[in-house]
């Protein structure tokens, strides 16, 4: 038999009853019951089925860690970005590494209000990951006049509670987080903006997941890349079939990836004495065989000098340049006539079209550039 005392009252418990002065090193996950209020529930064991790690994850893990050692209060760090590019893993691999330096780890995957101060309460260094924190506490209804779920723990995150705490919250949509989250160091120091894989990370990918025989269907991969987004998760599926005998052409009418819309790309047309002419962030689909398009390109001071008109089923992709191109044969090309530009127009004239180039227009940079 137990005894447990607290103020004037005693309560009973059998032998199996153990106390502790400190959270052991584990996995946990904050639970809520009527009768019991808030209580901690032992979680599933953090795991990484990955044999490698790609990209500069384990660094930014050891940078967070050695950030948090060094400081006397708690420390935040946001995970965004789309699906299956990477998050989860950095937060499983921060999970892993922080339990090494005896941190237990406290997963919190919906919102009770009270939360918050029962996360205060707790007065040790642990790291509370809140995954997928624009969903749990960015679509909570609330009730008219209260706060908003995210606005509840504002006070948790300022790092002034008992208890040194890293608080990690992963998200898709930055858009669904308080704005008093973003640009806010002295709550959340650290940003991870996770991005999909560069041609040369699918490469490394697939040639470390296919057999080497395979490798003739990494070009025509990476060449799809360019046109849509694609993730890990997409990655690891496309391998899958390949590694089964598949022809990616033949795998990727089967896979659970669709061409939902369009994408927005920046579209170049290069001359042979270096001069260029863009177009900027123009939705195209380059998978419609049938789509003939006209662009009205413009110099670097946004003049239009020039207009060009191509089908997409001419675009390839091009192994050195690692870009959707289409040939100067396959483009009509038309100079404008305009007096304000005979100067740019003679010089185009005098030169050789080579070809007209798409990059596909990425999500724009959060972080400054220094």
């Given at each position: 038999m137990k005894a447990i005392s607290s103020g004037n009252t005693y309560e009973i418990f059998d032998d199996s009853l153990r106390t502790f002065d400190r959270l052991p090193t584990q996995t946990y996950v904050v639970r809520f019951s009527k009768n019991r209020g808030f209580f901690l529930e032992k979680y599933v064991d953090i795991e990484i089925t990955e044999n490698k790690?790609?990209?500069?994850?384990?660094?930014?893990?050891?940078?967070?860690?050695?950030?948090?050692?060094?400081?006397?209060?708690?420390?935040?760090?946001?995970?965004?970005?789309?699906k299956g590019?990477?998050?989860?893993?950095?937060?499983?691999?921060?999970?892993?590494?922080?339990?090494?330096?005896?941190?237990?780890?406290i997963v919190v995957d919906?919102?009770?209000?009270?939360?918050?101060?029962?996360?205060?309460?707790i007065e040790q260094e642990v790291?509370?990951?809140?995954?997928?924190?624009?969903?749990?506490?960015?679509?909570?209804?609330?009730?008219?006049?209260?706060?908003?779920?995210?606005a509840h723990l504002l006070s948790l995150f300022d790092g002034v509670s008992g208890g040194?705490?890293?608080?990690v919250i992963t998200c898709n949509e930055?858009?669904?987080?308080?704005?008093?989250?973003?640009?806010?160091?002295?709550?959340?120091?650290?940003?991870?903006?996770?991005?999909?894989?560069?041609?040369?990370?699918?490469?490394e990918y697939l040639e470390d997941k296919i057999p080497e025989e395979q490798y003739g269907e990494i070009d025509s991969i990476i060449a799809f890349s360019k046109r849509i987004n694609l993730n890990y998760d997409c990655l690891r599926a496309i391998a899958f079939e390949?590694?089964?005998?598949?022809?990616?052409?033949?795998?990727?009418?089967?896979?659970?990836?669709?061409?939902?819309?369009?994408?927005?790309?920046?579209?170049?047309?290069?001359?042979?004495?270096g001069m260029t002419a863009m177009a900027k962030g123009v939705y195209l689909d380059l998978f419609n065989e049938d789509d003939e398009e006209t662009l009205y390109l413009c110099d670097k001071s946004g003049k239009n000098f020039v207009d060009v008109t191509f089908n997409t089923s001419d675009c390839q992709?091009?192994?050195?340049?690692?870009?959707?191109?289409?040939?100067?044969?396959?483009l009509r090309v038309s100079f404008e006539e305009d007096d304000e530009c005979k100067d740019l127009v003679a010089q185009a004239r005098a030169a050789e079209i080579e070809y007209l180039a798409f990059s596909r227009q990425r999500a724009r940079n959060i972080h400054y550039a220094v």
């Open positions: 790690i790609y990209g500069a994850h384990l660094d930014k893990v050891n940078k967070v860690l050695r950030s948090f050692e060094s400081t006397n209060r708690s420390l935040g760090v946001i995970l965004s970005g789309d590019i990477g998050k989860s893993l950095f937060a499983k691999l921060l999970a892993i590494e922080a339990m090494r330096r005896d941190i237990p780890l919906t919102f009770v209000p009270g939360i918050a101060s029962y996360l205060e309460s790291m509370v990951l809140f995954d997928e924190f624009d969903k749990t506490f960015g679509e909570v209804k609330q009730s008219d006049g209260e706060a908003s779920p995210q040194k705490k890293l608080f930055l858009r669904k987080l308080n704005d008093y989250l973003i640009n806010r160091p002295g709550r959340f120091h650290y940003h991870f903006r996770f991005e999909y894989p560069s041609a040369q990370e699918v490469r390949i590694s089964m005998g598949s022809k990616f052409k033949d795998a990727i009418k089967d896979l659970n990836i669709i061409n939902m819309e369009s994408e927005r790309y920046n579209v170049t047309l290069y001359f042979s004495n992709f091009d192994t050195k340049k690692l870009m959707n191109v289409i040939r100067q044969e396959d």
